[in-house]
Protein backbone atom coordinates (compact mmCIF):
# COMPACT_ATOMS: atom_id res chain seq x y z
CA UNK A 1 0.00 0.00 0.00
CA UNK A 2 1.17 3.44 -0.56
CA UNK A 3 2.42 5.41 2.34
CA UNK A 4 2.65 9.04 1.80
CA UNK A 5 3.46 9.82 5.27
CA UNK A 6 5.26 6.98 6.67
CA UNK A 7 8.17 8.55 8.35
CA UNK A 8 6.77 11.79 9.94
CA UNK A 9 3.75 9.18 11.55
CA UNK A 10 5.65 6.77 13.16
CA UNK A 11 5.56 8.35 16.70
CA UNK A 12 2.10 8.83 16.59
CA UNK A 13 1.77 5.41 15.18
CA UNK A 14 3.56 4.28 18.58
CA UNK A 15 1.57 6.59 20.60
CA UNK A 16 -1.65 4.72 19.20
CA UNK A 17 -0.35 1.48 19.52
CA UNK A 18 0.41 1.87 23.59
CA UNK A 19 -3.05 3.31 24.04
CA UNK A 20 -4.96 0.34 22.20
CA UNK A 21 -2.58 -1.83 23.97
CA UNK A 22 -4.29 -0.53 27.51
CA UNK A 23 -7.21 -0.58 25.87
CA UNK A 24 -7.00 -4.54 24.99
CA UNK A 25 -5.79 -5.53 28.53
CA UNK A 26 -8.69 -3.46 30.14
CA UNK A 27 -10.98 -5.81 28.81
CA UNK A 28 -12.34 -2.31 27.20
CA UNK A 29 -12.02 -3.44 23.80
CA UNK A 30 -13.91 -6.68 23.50
CA UNK A 31 -14.08 -7.63 19.34
CA UNK A 32 -13.56 -4.11 17.27
CA UNK A 33 -14.63 -2.50 20.52
CA UNK A 34 -13.75 1.12 21.02
CA UNK A 35 -11.78 3.60 18.61
CA UNK A 36 -9.12 5.75 18.68
CA UNK A 37 -8.11 9.31 16.98
CA UNK A 38 -4.96 11.55 16.61
CA UNK A 39 -4.75 14.95 15.20
CA UNK A 40 -1.33 15.36 13.58
CA UNK A 41 -0.25 19.16 15.04
CA UNK A 42 -0.03 21.75 12.22
CA UNK A 43 3.58 22.09 11.49
CA UNK A 44 3.76 18.37 10.92
CA UNK A 45 0.70 18.54 8.48
CA UNK A 46 1.48 21.33 6.67
CA UNK A 47 2.66 18.31 3.73
CA UNK A 48 0.50 19.43 0.48
CA UNK A 49 -2.14 17.63 0.51
CA UNK A 50 -2.77 17.66 -3.27
CA UNK A 51 -3.23 14.02 -4.25
CA UNK A 52 -4.89 12.38 -6.66
CA UNK A 53 -6.87 10.34 -3.64
CA UNK A 54 -10.72 10.51 -3.85
CA UNK A 55 -12.49 13.97 -2.37
CA UNK A 56 -15.38 12.66 -0.12
CA UNK A 57 -17.75 15.41 0.85
CA UNK A 58 -18.38 16.22 4.96
CA UNK A 59 -21.60 16.58 5.58
CA UNK A 60 -21.06 19.78 7.17
CA UNK A 61 -17.72 22.13 6.97
CA UNK A 62 -15.01 21.50 9.55
CA UNK A 63 -13.06 24.45 9.30
CA UNK A 64 -10.83 23.46 12.39
CA UNK A 65 -9.85 20.84 10.84
CA UNK A 66 -8.61 22.48 7.25
CA UNK A 67 -5.40 20.45 5.82
CA UNK A 68 -4.89 18.33 8.49
CA UNK A 69 -3.89 14.96 8.92
CA UNK A 70 -6.29 12.53 11.34
CA UNK A 71 -5.42 9.55 12.23
CA UNK A 72 -7.88 7.03 13.24
CA UNK A 73 -8.62 3.53 14.15
CA UNK A 74 -9.51 1.55 11.01
CA UNK A 75 -13.76 0.27 11.09
CA UNK A 76 -13.47 -3.19 12.26
CA UNK A 77 -10.04 -3.41 13.65
CA UNK A 78 -9.11 -4.50 16.69
CA UNK A 79 -7.43 -2.59 19.67
CA UNK A 80 -5.19 -5.52 19.90
CA UNK A 81 -4.14 -5.63 16.69
CA UNK A 82 -4.06 -1.78 16.53
CA UNK A 83 -1.78 -2.38 19.22
CA UNK A 84 0.75 -5.02 17.12
CA UNK A 85 0.66 -3.63 13.88
CA UNK A 86 -0.64 0.01 13.75
CA UNK A 87 0.40 0.46 10.55
CA UNK A 88 -1.80 -1.99 8.97
CA UNK A 89 -4.93 -0.94 10.73
CA UNK A 90 -5.01 2.83 11.47
CA UNK A 91 -6.76 5.11 8.51
CA UNK A 92 -5.38 8.25 7.54
CA UNK A 93 -6.92 11.06 6.49
CA UNK A 94 -6.87 14.05 5.07
CA UNK A 95 -9.01 17.09 5.48
CA UNK A 96 -9.31 19.01 2.48
CA UNK A 97 -8.24 23.04 2.24
CA UNK A 98 -11.69 24.44 3.34
CA UNK A 99 -12.48 21.68 5.68
CA UNK A 100 -15.38 20.52 3.50
CA UNK A 101 -13.96 17.05 1.74
CA UNK A 102 -11.64 14.52 3.38
CA UNK A 103 -9.38 12.29 1.35
CA UNK A 104 -8.59 8.83 2.69
CA UNK A 105 -4.92 8.51 2.20
CA UNK A 106 -5.19 4.89 2.99
CA UNK A 107 -7.41 3.34 0.77
CA UNK A 108 -7.28 -0.16 2.27
CA UNK A 109 -8.05 0.93 5.64
CA UNK A 110 -11.41 2.54 6.31
CA UNK A 111 -12.05 4.96 8.70
CA UNK A 112 -14.03 3.98 12.48
CA UNK A 113 -17.68 3.85 12.38
CA UNK A 114 -17.47 6.74 15.02
CA UNK A 115 -16.33 9.05 12.17
CA UNK A 116 -18.96 11.54 12.59
CA UNK A 117 -18.58 11.75 16.26
CA UNK A 118 -14.38 11.83 16.17
CA UNK A 119 -14.28 14.56 13.39
CA UNK A 120 -16.81 16.97 14.26
CA UNK A 121 -15.47 17.09 17.88
CA UNK A 122 -11.59 17.39 16.70
CA UNK A 123 -12.96 20.13 14.59
CA UNK A 124 -14.49 22.09 17.97
CA UNK A 125 -11.05 21.54 19.59
CA UNK A 126 -8.93 22.98 17.36
CA UNK A 127 -11.12 25.38 17.48
CA UNK A 128 -11.76 25.86 21.18
CA UNK A 129 -9.30 23.94 23.21
CA UNK A 130 -6.36 24.37 20.69
CA UNK A 131 -3.63 21.72 22.53
CA UNK A 132 -6.41 18.85 22.79
CA UNK A 133 -5.23 16.54 19.93
CA UNK A 134 -7.01 13.38 21.26
CA UNK A 135 -10.05 10.97 21.06
CA UNK A 136 -10.52 8.01 22.84
CA UNK A 137 -13.77 5.93 22.63
CA UNK A 138 -14.11 2.61 24.75
CA UNK A 139 -16.39 0.23 26.66
CA UNK A 140 -15.07 0.58 30.03
CA UNK A 141 -17.20 -2.23 32.33
CA UNK A 142 -18.03 -0.59 35.78
CA UNK A 143 -18.59 3.13 33.97
CA UNK A 144 -21.21 0.99 31.33
CA UNK A 145 -23.05 -0.15 34.15
CA UNK A 146 -23.70 2.47 36.19
CA UNK A 147 -25.11 4.25 33.13
CA UNK A 148 -27.61 1.63 32.99
CA UNK A 149 -28.60 2.32 36.59
CA UNK A 150 -31.71 5.06 35.60
CA UNK A 151 -30.78 7.71 38.62
CA UNK A 152 -26.84 7.69 36.93
CA UNK A 153 -28.49 9.28 33.95
CA UNK A 154 -27.86 12.61 35.35
CA UNK A 155 -25.05 13.93 35.16
CA UNK A 156 -24.56 16.03 38.39
CA UNK A 157 -25.31 12.59 40.39
CA UNK A 158 -22.94 10.65 38.30
CA UNK A 159 -20.17 13.34 38.50
CA UNK A 160 -20.41 13.84 42.01
CA UNK A 161 -20.30 10.02 42.54
CA UNK A 162 -17.39 9.51 40.89
CA UNK A 163 -15.39 12.58 41.87
CA UNK A 164 -16.25 11.18 45.68
CA UNK A 165 -14.64 7.84 45.49
CA UNK A 166 -11.26 8.80 45.27
CA UNK A 167 -9.34 12.18 45.20
CA UNK A 168 -7.45 11.92 41.73
CA UNK A 169 -11.01 11.79 40.22
CA UNK A 170 -11.52 15.19 40.90
CA UNK A 171 -8.22 16.41 41.02
CA UNK A 172 -7.55 15.41 37.10
CA UNK A 173 -11.20 15.43 36.07
CA UNK A 174 -12.22 19.12 37.54
CA UNK A 175 -14.20 19.81 34.59
CA UNK A 176 -16.73 17.20 34.93
CA UNK A 177 -18.41 14.15 33.77
CA UNK A 178 -21.21 14.59 31.21
CA UNK A 179 -24.28 11.67 30.77
CA UNK A 180 -25.46 11.41 27.32
CA UNK A 181 -28.92 9.42 26.61
CA UNK A 182 -28.48 6.15 24.66
CA UNK A 183 -28.28 7.21 20.86
CA UNK A 184 -27.49 4.91 17.51
CA UNK A 185 -23.53 4.35 17.08
CA UNK A 186 -22.06 6.01 14.79
CA UNK A 187 -24.72 8.24 13.55
CA UNK A 188 -24.79 11.94 13.70
CA UNK A 189 -27.41 12.01 16.27
CA UNK A 190 -24.67 11.01 18.67
CA UNK A 191 -21.88 13.13 16.58
CA UNK A 192 -24.69 16.43 17.08
CA UNK A 193 -25.10 15.82 20.92
CA UNK A 194 -21.39 14.90 22.01
CA UNK A 195 -19.85 18.05 20.57
CA UNK A 196 -23.01 20.11 22.13
CA UNK A 197 -21.72 18.13 25.56
CA UNK A 198 -18.10 18.88 24.98
CA UNK A 199 -18.81 22.46 24.28
CA UNK A 200 -20.11 22.76 27.91
CA UNK A 201 -16.76 22.13 29.12
CA UNK A 202 -16.25 18.62 30.60
CA UNK A 203 -13.17 16.59 29.49
CA UNK A 204 -15.19 12.70 29.34
CA UNK A 205 -18.26 12.24 28.16
CA UNK A 206 -20.30 8.94 28.49
CA UNK A 207 -22.69 7.31 25.99
CA UNK A 208 -25.48 5.84 28.02
CA UNK A 209 -25.15 1.83 27.97
CA UNK A 210 -22.28 1.96 25.46
CA UNK A 211 -19.18 3.77 26.69
CA UNK A 212 -16.64 6.63 27.32
CA UNK A 213 -14.92 9.34 25.18
CA UNK A 214 -12.77 10.95 26.40
CA UNK A 215 -10.41 14.31 25.35
CA UNK A 216 -7.11 14.86 25.64
CA UNK A 217 -3.47 16.37 24.36
CA UNK A 218 -2.23 12.98 23.73
CA UNK A 219 -4.20 9.42 23.33
CA UNK A 220 -2.11 8.44 26.26
CA UNK A 221 -3.73 11.19 28.28
CA UNK A 222 -7.39 10.50 27.24
CA UNK A 223 -6.93 7.14 28.05
CA UNK A 224 -5.68 8.40 31.77
CA UNK A 225 -9.20 10.03 31.80
CA UNK A 226 -10.69 6.87 31.13
CA UNK A 227 -9.21 5.04 33.17
CA UNK A 228 -9.65 7.36 36.42
CA UNK A 229 -13.63 7.19 35.77
CA UNK A 230 -13.16 3.14 35.94
CA UNK A 231 -11.17 2.96 38.91
CA UNK A 232 -14.37 5.50 40.68
CA UNK A 233 -16.66 3.58 39.24
CA UNK A 234 -15.59 0.21 40.09
CA UNK A 235 -15.19 1.72 43.86
CA UNK A 236 -18.53 2.59 44.07
CA UNK A 237 -20.11 -0.63 42.76
CA UNK A 238 -17.49 -2.67 45.11
CA UNK A 239 -18.70 -0.82 47.86
CA UNK A 240 -22.53 -0.92 46.95
CA UNK A 241 -22.50 -4.30 46.81
CA UNK A 242 -22.12 -4.79 50.71
CA UNK A 243 -25.48 -3.51 50.74
CA UNK A 244 -24.72 -0.18 51.90
CA UNK A 245 -24.04 3.37 50.26
CA UNK A 246 -20.94 4.18 49.67
CA UNK A 247 -20.20 7.06 51.85
CA UNK A 248 -17.49 9.25 49.39
CA UNK A 249 -15.30 12.11 49.98
CA UNK A 250 -17.63 15.27 51.83
CA UNK A 251 -18.39 18.39 50.09
CA UNK A 252 -15.64 19.83 52.37
CA UNK A 253 -12.90 17.02 51.66
CA UNK A 254 -13.61 18.35 47.48
CA UNK A 255 -13.44 21.76 48.16
CA UNK A 256 -9.91 21.26 50.20
CA UNK A 257 -8.82 19.70 47.39
CA UNK A 258 -10.01 22.32 45.39
CA UNK A 259 -8.48 25.13 46.92
CA UNK A 260 -5.13 22.86 47.32
CA UNK A 261 -4.60 22.35 44.02
CA UNK A 262 -6.08 25.78 42.66
CA UNK A 263 -9.12 24.19 40.28
O1 LIG B 1 -15.71 0.78 16.90
O2 LIG B 1 -17.04 1.01 19.65
O3 LIG B 1 -18.96 2.65 18.96
C1 LIG B 1 -16.71 0.10 17.53
C2 LIG B 1 -17.39 0.97 18.49
C3 LIG B 1 -18.49 1.79 17.99
ZN1 LIG C 1 -18.36 1.94 21.01
Not at 89 to 113: F, H, Q
Not at 170 to 183: C, D, K, W
Request: charged share 25%; with cysteine; hydrophobic share 35%.
Amino acid sequence: MERTYHIELQDFYAEISDTAKHLWEKGWAERNGGNISRVIPKSISQTPLACTKERIPLDEPLPGLANRIVLMTGTGTRMRDVAKNPQDNISIVAISEEGKEYMLLSSDIPPTSELPSHLRIHNFLQLNRKNHNAIVHSHPTNVVAMSHLKNFRDSRHFCNTLWKMIPETYVFLPRGIAVLPYLMPGSSKVADASVNAFSQGPDVIIWAKHGAFAIAPDTNDAFDKIDLIEKSASIYLAAKSTGEEPEGLSDEDIEELRQYYNL
